[in-house]
Protein backbone atom coordinates (compact mmCIF):
# COMPACT_ATOMS: atom_id res chain seq x y z
CA UNK A 1 0.00 0.00 0.00
CA UNK A 2 1.39 3.25 -1.04
CA UNK A 3 1.46 6.40 0.50
CA UNK A 4 1.07 6.69 4.39
CA UNK A 5 -2.52 5.58 5.84
CA UNK A 6 -3.12 8.31 8.93
CA UNK A 7 -6.70 8.94 10.06
CA UNK A 8 -7.39 12.75 10.63
CA UNK A 9 -9.49 12.99 14.37
CA UNK A 10 -12.54 13.45 12.49
CA UNK A 11 -12.16 10.44 11.08
CA UNK A 12 -10.83 8.40 14.11
CA UNK A 13 -13.75 10.10 15.93
CA UNK A 14 -16.54 8.93 13.32
CA UNK A 15 -14.67 5.30 13.98
CA UNK A 16 -15.09 5.33 17.31
CA UNK A 17 -18.56 6.28 17.95
CA UNK A 18 -19.01 3.58 14.96
CA UNK A 19 -17.31 0.84 17.33
CA UNK A 20 -19.43 2.01 20.27
CA UNK A 21 -22.64 2.30 18.75
CA UNK A 22 -22.03 -1.58 17.50
CA UNK A 23 -21.18 -2.42 20.41
CA UNK A 24 -24.51 -1.08 22.60
CA UNK A 25 -26.41 -1.50 19.67
CA UNK A 26 -25.86 -5.08 17.85
CA UNK A 27 -28.96 -5.68 16.75
CA UNK A 28 -31.50 -3.16 17.56
CA UNK A 29 -32.41 -3.75 14.31
CA UNK A 30 -31.61 -4.73 10.92
CA UNK A 31 -30.50 -1.53 9.63
CA UNK A 32 -27.73 -1.74 12.38
CA UNK A 33 -25.85 -4.71 10.82
CA UNK A 34 -23.93 -4.36 8.19
CA UNK A 35 -24.41 -4.00 4.39
CA UNK A 36 -22.99 -7.32 4.22
CA UNK A 37 -25.48 -8.76 6.45
CA UNK A 38 -28.20 -6.88 4.72
CA UNK A 39 -27.57 -8.46 1.58
CA UNK A 40 -26.84 -4.72 0.03
CA UNK A 41 -23.06 -4.80 -0.94
CA UNK A 42 -20.69 -7.92 -0.59
CA UNK A 43 -17.94 -7.81 2.20
CA UNK A 44 -15.39 -8.09 -0.59
CA UNK A 45 -17.63 -6.96 -3.84
CA UNK A 46 -16.37 -2.94 -3.71
CA UNK A 47 -16.13 -1.08 -5.00
CA UNK A 48 -13.02 -1.01 -3.87
CA UNK A 49 -12.66 -4.67 -4.71
CA UNK A 50 -10.99 -6.35 -1.66
CA UNK A 51 -9.94 -9.66 -1.49
CA UNK A 52 -12.02 -12.07 0.43
CA UNK A 53 -12.47 -15.81 1.76
CA UNK A 54 -14.73 -16.11 -1.28
CA UNK A 55 -16.88 -15.33 -4.34
CA UNK A 56 -14.34 -12.88 -5.35
CA UNK A 57 -14.64 -13.91 -8.76
CA UNK A 58 -14.84 -10.65 -11.16
CA UNK A 59 -16.89 -10.43 -14.77
CA UNK A 60 -15.81 -7.74 -16.82
CA UNK A 61 -17.72 -6.90 -20.28
CA UNK A 62 -17.21 -4.16 -22.52
CA UNK A 63 -19.50 -2.34 -25.12
CA UNK A 64 -18.62 0.66 -27.43
CA UNK A 65 -19.84 2.55 -24.35
CA UNK A 66 -20.09 0.94 -21.44
CA UNK A 67 -17.88 -1.28 -19.22
CA UNK A 68 -19.40 -3.61 -17.12
CA UNK A 69 -18.36 -4.87 -14.28
CA UNK A 70 -19.75 -7.69 -12.33
CA UNK A 71 -19.08 -9.26 -8.85
CA UNK A 72 -19.73 -12.77 -7.71
CA UNK A 73 -20.52 -11.84 -4.02
CA UNK A 74 -23.85 -10.56 -4.17
CA UNK A 75 -23.95 -9.77 -7.99
CA UNK A 76 -23.04 -6.20 -7.71
CA UNK A 77 -23.00 -4.81 -11.31
CA UNK A 78 -21.32 -1.34 -12.04
CA UNK A 79 -21.87 -0.28 -15.36
CA UNK A 80 -19.69 2.40 -16.23
CA UNK A 81 -20.23 4.92 -19.18
CA UNK A 82 -17.41 5.30 -21.23
CA UNK A 83 -19.10 8.33 -23.10
CA UNK A 84 -17.84 11.23 -21.41
CA UNK A 85 -21.18 12.34 -19.76
CA UNK A 86 -21.56 14.01 -16.87
CA UNK A 87 -21.93 12.78 -13.45
CA UNK A 88 -24.97 12.69 -11.26
CA UNK A 89 -25.67 15.29 -9.56
CA UNK A 90 -24.57 15.66 -5.82
CA UNK A 91 -27.58 14.87 -4.54
CA UNK A 92 -27.80 11.59 -5.80
CA UNK A 93 -26.37 8.79 -4.25
CA UNK A 94 -25.80 5.45 -4.96
CA UNK A 95 -24.62 2.24 -2.85
CA UNK A 96 -21.73 1.46 -5.62
CA UNK A 97 -21.22 5.27 -6.36
CA UNK A 98 -22.01 6.90 -9.95
CA UNK A 99 -18.65 5.17 -11.96
CA UNK A 100 -17.46 7.20 -15.15
CA UNK A 101 -14.49 5.74 -17.06
CA UNK A 102 -12.05 6.29 -19.58
CA UNK A 103 -9.25 4.87 -21.12
CA UNK A 104 -5.70 6.45 -20.71
CA UNK A 105 -3.58 4.32 -22.88
CA UNK A 106 -3.97 0.71 -22.02
CA UNK A 107 -5.32 1.26 -19.00
CA UNK A 108 -9.14 1.95 -17.96
CA UNK A 109 -10.05 4.40 -15.48
CA UNK A 110 -12.58 4.61 -13.34
CA UNK A 111 -13.77 7.70 -11.32
CA UNK A 112 -16.67 7.10 -8.44
CA UNK A 113 -17.99 9.37 -6.36
CA UNK A 114 -21.56 9.95 -4.79
CA UNK A 115 -21.82 7.00 -2.67
CA UNK A 116 -24.35 6.57 -0.54
CA UNK A 117 -24.31 7.70 3.24
CA UNK A 118 -25.23 4.80 4.44
CA UNK A 119 -22.50 2.41 2.94
CA UNK A 120 -20.41 3.29 6.02
CA UNK A 121 -17.10 2.01 3.95
CA UNK A 122 -14.06 2.50 6.43
CA UNK A 123 -16.45 4.91 8.36
CA UNK A 124 -15.98 7.60 5.33
CA UNK A 125 -17.93 10.71 4.50
CA UNK A 126 -19.72 11.93 1.07
CA UNK A 127 -16.55 13.18 0.38
CA UNK A 128 -15.15 10.01 -0.61
CA UNK A 129 -13.81 9.85 -3.99
CA UNK A 130 -12.44 6.32 -5.75
CA UNK A 131 -10.31 5.90 -8.77
CA UNK A 132 -9.67 2.30 -10.32
CA UNK A 133 -6.97 1.10 -12.74
CA UNK A 134 -7.29 -2.12 -14.62
CA UNK A 135 -4.11 -2.88 -17.04
CA UNK A 136 -3.56 -5.57 -18.53
CA UNK A 137 -0.42 -6.94 -17.36
CA UNK A 138 -0.15 -9.66 -19.79
CA UNK A 139 -3.00 -12.41 -21.15
CA UNK A 140 -3.95 -13.62 -17.83
CA UNK A 141 -3.31 -10.90 -15.62
CA UNK A 142 -4.48 -7.36 -14.62
CA UNK A 143 -2.78 -5.00 -12.52
CA UNK A 144 -5.83 -3.87 -10.24
CA UNK A 145 -4.69 -0.03 -8.13
CA UNK A 146 -7.11 1.80 -6.50
CA UNK A 147 -6.64 5.16 -4.87
CA UNK A 148 -8.99 6.84 -2.11
CA UNK A 149 -9.53 10.04 -1.03
CA UNK A 150 -11.54 11.55 1.73
CA UNK A 151 -10.15 14.72 3.19
CA UNK A 152 -12.19 14.13 5.86
CA UNK A 153 -11.34 10.81 7.25
CA UNK A 154 -7.37 10.70 5.88
CA UNK A 155 -4.72 13.29 6.30
CA UNK A 156 -3.97 12.30 2.36
CA UNK A 157 -4.91 10.01 -0.22
CA UNK A 158 -4.11 6.13 0.30
CA UNK A 159 -3.37 3.60 -2.79
CA UNK A 160 -3.28 -0.46 -2.54
CA UNK A 161 -2.97 -3.08 -6.05
CA UNK A 162 -3.56 -5.92 -6.18
CA UNK A 163 -3.02 -8.91 -9.55
CA UNK A 164 -6.35 -10.16 -10.79
CA UNK A 165 -6.02 -13.60 -12.59
CA UNK A 166 -8.08 -14.64 -15.16
CA UNK A 167 -10.16 -17.80 -14.89
CA UNK A 168 -12.49 -19.99 -16.48
CA UNK A 169 -14.26 -21.04 -13.48
CA UNK A 170 -18.05 -20.35 -13.51
CA UNK A 171 -19.54 -17.06 -11.29
CA UNK A 172 -21.64 -18.69 -9.12
CA UNK A 173 -24.90 -17.48 -7.36
CA UNK A 174 -24.66 -15.77 -4.39
CA UNK A 175 -28.35 -16.16 -3.21
CA UNK A 176 -28.26 -13.72 -0.21
CA UNK A 177 -31.73 -11.54 0.23
CA UNK A 178 -32.17 -9.74 3.41
CA UNK A 179 -35.30 -11.79 4.35
CA UNK A 180 -33.08 -14.86 5.06
CA UNK A 181 -33.06 -16.83 8.02
CA UNK A 182 -29.69 -15.50 9.65
CA UNK A 183 -31.36 -11.94 9.66
CA UNK A 184 -34.45 -13.59 11.64
CA UNK A 185 -32.32 -15.56 13.75
CA UNK A 186 -29.78 -12.22 14.80
CA UNK A 187 -32.36 -10.41 15.67
CA UNK A 188 -34.33 -12.68 17.44
CA UNK A 189 -31.16 -14.05 19.52
CA UNK A 190 -30.98 -10.44 20.30
CA UNK A 191 -34.48 -9.69 22.07
CA UNK A 192 -33.95 -12.99 23.74
CA UNK A 193 -30.19 -11.56 25.51
CA UNK A 194 -32.76 -8.31 25.85
CA UNK A 195 -35.47 -10.39 27.72
CA UNK A 196 -32.95 -12.70 29.64
CA UNK A 197 -31.51 -9.50 31.16
CA UNK A 198 -34.65 -8.12 32.00
CA UNK A 199 -35.12 -10.71 33.76
CA UNK A 200 -31.95 -10.98 35.52
CA UNK A 201 -32.32 -7.56 37.31
Partial sequence: MAGCLRLRAAGQARADASRLYREEHPADSWVDRTTSDRC?????????????????????????????????????????????????????RQWSGDARGHWEGDTLVVETSNFSDERRWRNTTDS?????????????????????????????????????QRTDVPMFEYACHEGNHSMDGI???HRADERAAAAGR
Fill in 128 to 164: LTLVERYTRVDADTLEYEYTVTDPETWTSPWTASLPL
Fill in 187 to 189: LGG
Fill in 40 to 92: LLGFNAGPPLTPGGYNQNLQIFQTPDHVVLVTEMVHTVRVVPLDGRPALGDDL
